[in-house]
T-cell receptor, first 117, second 113 residues
């Protein structure tokens, strides 16, 4: 149980285009989803937190107009990188929480490698 | 703001031996959760072990155990009988009132055969 999928697992796009990454909770309802960015050999950096039906809360320094997050249902959140540039190339990871307070556990997706050429 | 410090960028251990990874954190909260996550080369984050701050008993999961020292704000991970499959990045993480995980910078564990 508690499986989170991401699609695509890797994507290459041209500079100036937009790319959408999907994060799905397959066997539970995710009241909260988180989006992280990870550079090579570094830790996870939280980009934003999204609750179903609400606007995402972005971390300081994250451009909300560049990284559009939508959490339209209890099983799906999407991250759209708009007008991508080579510096947006990174590994993006989502995680989902069922909201069960006693665990505080997040379930992580397998990640999406984005390369912008 | 909470901070999590992993002072060992890299560690190595011989297969079948025991290794301890260090983690310290800074918080003024009394109720929180601590986690150790493993990230193998596949980059899938895997929960290794969880500790609730209100519990005095150290958490254990098979070969993995923690030494939780609340007053010292220390949360070390001990891996016993190390296996080749334990080789990975290990991240210590804190969850408190901010309702988000705060990660340390990670420790790369190498297991030598």
């Amino acid at each position: 149980g508690a499986v989170v999928s991401q699609h695509p697992s890797w994507v290459i796009c041209k500079s100036g285009t937009s790319v959408k990454i999907e994060c799905r909770s397959l066997d539970f309802q995710a009241t909260t989803m988180f989006w992280y960015r990870q550079f090579p050999k570094q830790s996870l950096m939280l980009m934003a937190t999204s609750n179903e039906g609400s606007k995402a809360t972005y971390e300081q320094g994250v451009e909300k107009d560049k990284f559009l997050i939508n959490h339209a249902s209890l099983t799906l959140s999407t991250l759209t990188v708009t007008s991508a540039h080579p510096e947006d190339s990174s590994f993006y990871i989502c995680s989902a929480s069922s909201g069960r307070a006693y665990t505080r556990e997040q379930y992580f997706g397998p990640g999406t490698r984005l390369t912008v050429t | 703001a909470q901070t999590v410090t992993q002072s060992q960028p890299e560690m190595s251990v011989q297969e079948a031996e025991t290794v301890t990874l260090s983690c310290t954190y800074d918080t003024s909260e009394s109720d929180y959760y601590l986690f150790w996550y493993k990230q193998p080369p596949s980059r899938q984050m895997i929960l290794v072990i969880r500790q609730e701050a209100y519990k005095q008993q150290n958490a254990t999961e098979n070969r993995f155990s923690v030494n939780f020292q609340k007053a010292a704000k220390s949360f070390s991970l001990k891996i016993s009988d190390s296996q080749l499959g334990d080789a990975a990045m290990y991240f210590c993480a804190f969850w408190g009132g901010s309702e988000k995980l705060v990660f340390g910078k990670g420790t790369k564990l190498t297991v030598n055969p």
